[in-house]
């Protein structure tokens, strides 16, 4: 079975994922190169189906959906493509157990980045954060956050974001215990009468969804 | 006299600490605004209205004071090195770049600054904007066509040194040629 596409990908260097100024750099150029590679991205959505690890690691969480379109486990990266997002479970801050960069395919958002005042490990709360630099980010702008940040991203509808994730560095990411959506607004569950989930596996019918949407919107093939 | 500065600027100036609060900027508004504000400025210039003193030298730009009808203190910035500059910042500022770019990077810690190990890294193209808050670890870099305007809700104090009357004279046609540019520009493009 065919699973993975061979592209220019495939040869791309490492974005040197420790190094967020580096990686600013190097993932800028891959993700804009991708986001102009109309028939790359589209045979990486269709290859997604083909390919259980991508399709295992394509998910619905509370935040948005996503598919994972590469995974280079040999270079410690994995690009996705986030779309979808809840509107109303956007306030969140957060930060994750990795760097990644990102950049904006459609739609946009108000980015807030928070500074911590209670060191920069560990669970926090909402008391902990002071807003530190905020943006507008919108189609064709792209960012780097290391894996410290604590952020907000207050999507519009249709936003739909390149995203390349490196390895994991640390145990648990967090999340303001206080401010996070109730478990109403998560997704619900892939087996009818279980409870809703904040993250899970999409389901066959979740793939095709997202790649329908892709192609009402134009942005694959 | 009309307002000079996009109603966004207000509302990033605004930002309290509460996380709930988000400054209500649409990606619309957040994309019509470059041509206007450079014809805006260029106005202030071209009249007189703006001061040549009162520039300065600070955190590898000139300012160069304008006189608007807002609240908030407001500058032309444009770029006296292409380094990379640490930027203290003491009160919320607006910086909305009008022409080259701006490399931007925040870290945790002042070590972290020195070492350059950022944990945030954005490159602003023209058209394109970002709000600082006070306690932000920050540097800036420009190119030789940065330009940008820079609104503050207190003075910037901590000057580098006064710009002397060829100084400013130079900063001023720099920043008037690519705000020319700019106005011709319908729409800003990210970098």
């Known amino acids: 079975m065919l699973t993975s596409t061979a592209s220019w990908l495939d040869a791309a260097p490492p974005p040197d994922l420790d190094d967020v100024r580096r990686m600013q750099r190097i993932s800028r150029a891959m993700l804009d190169r991708l986001a102009d590679d109309r028939p790359l991205l589209t045979q990486l959505v269709n290859d997604v189906l083909h390919d259980p690890d991508r399709l295992s690691a394509s998910r619905v969480t509370l935040l948005l959906n996503r598919l994972s379109l590469y995974q280079a486990q040999d270079r410690g990266f994995e690009i996705r493509l986030n779309m979808n997002p809840r509107p109303d479970n956007q306030l969140v801050p957060h930060d994750h157990c990795y760097a990644f960069a990102t950049r904006i395919l459609t739609g946009g958002y108000v980015h807030v980045v928070r500074r911590r005042t209670d060191g920069w490990t560990g669970p926090f709360t909402g008391a902990d954060l002071e807003p530190g630099i905020v943006t507008v980010e919108r189609p064709g702008s792209a960012y780097t956050l290391g894996d410290s940040i604590v952020h907000q991203a207050v999507m519009e509808p249709h936003t739909v974001t390149l995203f390349v994730r490196g390895p994991r560095r640390k145990k648990l990411s967090h999340a303001a215990e206080e401010l996070m959506p109730p478990p109403e607004s998560w997704p619900a569950a892939a087996t009818a009468g279980d409870a809703p989930e904040e993250s899970r596996p999409c389901t066959l019918a979740e793939y095709q969804s997202m790649r329908t949407y892709l192609i009402e919107r134009d942005l694959i093939g | ?191």
Request: glycine share 8%; with cysteine; net charge negative.
């Open chain 2, 1 to 191: 006299m009309e307002a000079v500065l996009p109603g966004f600027v207000g509302r990033l100036l605004a930002q309290s600490r509460d996380p709930s609060h988000i400054p209500d900027i649409t990606v619309l508004a957040a994309s019509d605004w470059l041509s206007p504000l450079a014809s805006r400025v260029l106005h202030l210039l071209d009249t007189g209205t703006y001061r040549a003193t009162g520039s300065f030298l600070a955190h590898g730009y000139a300012y160069l004071p304008l006189k608007t009808p807002e609240e908030c203190t407001v500058y032309l910035r444009v770029s006296d090195t292409r380094a990379l500059t640490f930027w203290p910042v003491h009160a919320p500022t607006a910086v909305l770049n009008m022409a080259g770019t701006t490399v931007m990077e925040m870290y945790r810690e002042p070590d972290d600054e020195q070492e350059g190990r950022p944990q945030y890294a954005r490159t602003l193209g023209t058209g394109e904007f970002f709000a600082a808050h006070p306690g932000a670890l920050c540097a800036t870099g420009g190119t030789v066509s940065t330009v940008q305007v820079l609104a503050t809700s207190e003075p910037v104090t901590d000057r580098e040194g006064l710009l002397s009357g060829e100084a400013y004279a130079a900063f001023a046609q720099r920043g008037r040629r690519y705000l020319e540019q700019a106005s011709r520009t319908l729409v800003g493009a990210p970098c």
